[in-house]
């Protein structure tokens, strides 16, 4: 990757991203992505469109992430479970998953213009109804595909298989 493509990935990851988590993924110093952070935004390369290098960022992004590691937006999700009616706090939210305000901020955005996540009337952080309707979804397949394998077993036990 040549370096005016670096800079200009770095700037682009490091929008509503933990400092760290830019510098890890880029495998350069935080010294060097704030300097990227505060020079005026870089033009995107030449010949590289803007889909190209959102995928070059986020190739960068996966090959370094953790394999164990849930993307943060999972994480948030998953951290809000239990809360469909009080909601969490951003505050909360922060603290429990350990990342910078800004970086909940961002995916607390992303969530919620995908209708995933909403935020209550008290400003708490909850799992939409779309998302519990998709979880109400799962559960009727399960009761399906169970029934579907009683009859089969029954069947099977009576010899009509």
């Given at each position: ?6 800079n200009?990935?770095i700037y ?44 070059v960022?986020?190739?960068i ?19 809000l ?48 109804v ?16 169970s ?8 069947q ?6």
């Amino acid at each position: 990757m040549n370096k005016k493509l670096r800079n200009w990935a770095i700037y682009q990851a490091f929008n509503g991203n933990n400092l760290e988590e830019v510098a890890q993924a880029f495998d350069v110093s935080r010294d060097k992505v704030t300097w990227v952070a505060s020079q005026p935004a870089p033009k995107k390369p030449k010949n590289f469109s803007e889909q190209d290098a959102t995928q070059v960022t986020q190739a960068i992004f996966d090959a370094k992430a953790p394999a164990n590691k849930q993307p943060e937006s999972l994480q948030i999700m998953d951290a809000l479970k239990g809360h469909v009616l009080s909601g969490l706090a951003l505050d909360d939210l922060t603290r429990q998953l350990d990342m910078a305000p800004s970086t909940v901020i961002h995916y607390l955005t992303m969530l919620t213009g995908a209708g995933m996540v909403t935020q209550l009337e008290d400003g708490n952080y909850a799992l939409s109804v779309r998302t519990l309707q998709i979880a109400q979804a799962y559960s009727n397949e399960m009761i399906k595909a169970s029934n579907r394998i009683n009859t089969l077993s029954q069947q099977v036990v009576a010899g009509r298989f």
